[in-house]
């Protein structure tokens, strides 16, 4: 079955810039979680969605949004891009929000921001 | 707050070598453990879990036991093959029903023949 897709895989933004990412889960996963992963801060959760409802959100500035459709695909926003939010962002789907449930994680979104 | 430490890589090993990435963390309750490997160019995969103390969980040779009095979940593998190389992530889930995990640093492991 087809995997977590993630698109686009490479983007260049300019400092103030706003960006919106999507991520498609595997087909019948209705849980999506978003993390961030830098070589200063490795892999940070950013939030997770269930049912299109955000039910956990990491230390991040409100710059960082996101939401979920009702088909479970799910998109991130990131508004007044800043040098640092150059990043891997990776999505995960699960079956189910529950902790002991396999996350599939897609290749990521690499985002470049000069 | 909760966290995860992992040994500093990279690790450089030869093949058949026997591997072990050590990882310890701190939580409350009692959280389910993980281990992640990451593949140039790619995303994680998850490679075994544990979910209670003493739970062992094993996958293509690699294994880690839950050990909650050391809080310790380190990584083995009894003989490394140059398609090992990866950097392997050690992870946590808190209790709380939800998904949000929370990954060590990472470790670089280098095979070579």
């Known amino acids: 079955k087809a995997g977590v897709t993630q698109t686009p895989r490479y983007l260049i933004k300019t400092r103030g810039q706003q960006v919106t990412l999507s991520c498609s889960p595997i087909s019948g996963h209705r849980s999506v979680s978003w993390y961030q992963q830098t070589p200063g801060q490795g892999l940070q959760f950013l939030f997770e969605?269930?049912?299109?409802?955000?039910?956990n959100k990491g230390n991040f500035p409100g710059r960082f949004s996101g939401r979920q459709f009702s088909n479970s695909r799910s998109e991130m926003n990131v508004s007044t891009l800043e040098l640092g939010d150059s990043a891997l962002y990776l999505c995960?789907?699960?079956?189910?929000?529950?902790?002991?449930?396999?996350?599939?994680f897609g290749q990521g979104t690499r985002l470049t921001v000069v | 707050g909760d966290s995860v430490t992992q040994m500093e890589g990279p690790v450089t090993l030869s093949e058949e070598a026997f591997l072990t990435i050590n990882c310890t963390y701190t939580a409350t309750g009692y959280p389910s453990l993980f281990w992640y490997v990451q593949y140039p160019g790619e995303g994680l995969q998850l490679l075994l879990k544990a979910t209670k103390a003493d739970d062992k969980g094993s996958n293509k040779g690699f294994e880690a036991t839950y050990r909650k009095e050391t809080t310790s979940f380190h990584l083995e593998k009894g003989s490394v093959q140059v398609s090992d190389s990866a950097v392997y992530f050690c992870a946590l889930s808190l209790s709380g029903g939800y998904n949000k995990l929370i990954f060590g640093a990472g470790t670089r492991l280098a095979v070579h023949p």
């Open positions: 969605y269930f049912s299109e409802t955000q039910r």
């Open positions: 995960a789907s699960s079956l189910s929000p529950e902790r002991n449930t396999e996350a599939f």
